[in-house]
């Protein structure tokens, strides 16, 4: 199949697929403030218009399928969508983004289902600053879902934390001991200004070069790993034990120009960036009886015409503030990160 390249040559490669808005945490980094405008719940699209959406996007070469949210976990009944995903020859990689309060409950039957890989969020090792942090009084239950999702048999564990000064920039080498502890890799991500950060600062970022001065200071040799060819966001470093971990340098070190990244919305509104500004709505057409060939024409048109560049884009402003005020996101949802999906 020949590829489908943007403007800039970046072939479609992967899509992140939301499963819901809603969110049973309230990371300050992504969901701070007290109340949310949510998607009309009728706009939701049902599992079989998702895997409908999935297999087209994976017909056109998005083959790496990750459901992700809000949380996915609150979407009732998500084995049967892993499993009707994981029945399309077209996707052949399928995983999840969760904040495994409620993976413990689920690994079994998402594993049975079909899913073969899982990143939990792990911010901090602490209850206290789980709770303050991100109003999550049940942060036992996210480590007991992280022990869950290995005894299910989930390999290539990863464990996502995003670094902010002043709140677990003192967690970095305990995370990467509890992670490797486990067998499982550790990926820092630097705190993205992305719609919903509204309380980001540019003081706030802890940079991929700290991150990697204070694992070397108490593991020693840190050697980058060469992935040619990777499109993958995350840079993986390898301690001299054989160990790895990742940095997802969004901020200061943006990698659109091999971005192959697609997301739609829980409510079938496609994207083309993170960042980007208007979505594309394939809802409508999904439900006035479009055939696959026409909602893969309409995919087609649009991702050869894809110029976005957000986070670069973002790295050149010199005063960067918030993306968008809390009214901006009130007034369309589809802007929250927790509703594209990280
Ligand atoms: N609720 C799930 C979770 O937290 O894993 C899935 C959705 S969440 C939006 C996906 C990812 O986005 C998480 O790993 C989260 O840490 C990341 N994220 C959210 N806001 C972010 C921000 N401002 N900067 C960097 N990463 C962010
Ligand atoms: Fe946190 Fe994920 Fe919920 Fe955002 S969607 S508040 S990152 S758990
Ligand atoms: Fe891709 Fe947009 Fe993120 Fe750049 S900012 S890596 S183009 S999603």
Request: glycine share 10%; aromatic share 6%; net charge positive.
């Amino acid at each position: 199949m020949t590829p489908l390249l943007d403007a800039l040559g970046r072939p479609l490669g992967s899509l992140r697929l939301s499963v819901t808005d809603r969110c049973n945490m309230r990371c300050g980094y992504c969901m701070p403030e007290a109340e949310y405008t949510w998607l009309p719940r009728a706009s939701l699209l049902t599992f079989e218009e998702l895997a409908r959406l999935a297999g087209v996007f994976a017909g056109l070469g998005a083959a790496r399928v990750r459901l992700t949210g809000g949380e996915p976990l609150l979407r009732h009944d998500l084995p049967t969508l892993v499993s009707l995903l994981a029945g399309d020859a077209r996707i052949r990689d399928l995983a999840l983004t969760t904040n495994g309060v409620l993976l413990a409950r689920h690994a079994r039957a998402l594993r049975d289902a079909g899913l073969r890989r899982v990143t939990v969020s792990l911010d901090t090792l602490r209850p206290e600053r789980s709770l303050a942090f991100a109003r999550n009084p049940r942060h036992a239950e996210v480590l007991r879902g992280i022990d869950e999702a290995a005894a299910a048999g989930f390999t290539g564990l990863k464990l996502n934390a995003v670094v902010i000064r002043g709140f677990n920039d003192d967690e970095i080498v305990p995370l990467l001991d509890y992670a490797r502890a486990l067998g499982a890799e550790m990926r820092y991500i630097e705190y993205m200004d992305v719609g919903g950060a509204t309380q980001w600062s540019a003081g706030a970022v802890v940079p991929r070069r700290e991150i990697l001065e204070v694992i070397a200071r108490r593991h020693g040799a840190v050697t980058p790993l060469a992935e040619p060819g990777s499109r993958a966001p995350a840079e993986r470093f390898q301690l001299a034990d054989g160990s790895c971990f990742g940095i997802i340098a969004s901020v200061t070190a943006p990698f659109c120009r091999t971005c192959d990244r697609s997301r739609v919305t829980a409510d079938g509104t496609w994207f083309r960036c993170l960042y980007g500004e208007d979505g594309i709505d394939l809802r409508e057409p999904l439900r006035q009886g479009a055939s696959d060939e026409e909602l893969s024409a309409r995919i087609r048109s649009v991702w050869s015409g894809r110029d976005d560049r957000g986070a670069e884009v973002r790295a050149t402003l010199g005063a960067r503030a918030v993306l968008y005020p809390v009214e901006g996101l009130r007034a369309d949802p589809r802007r929250e990160m927790h509703t594209r999906g990280g």
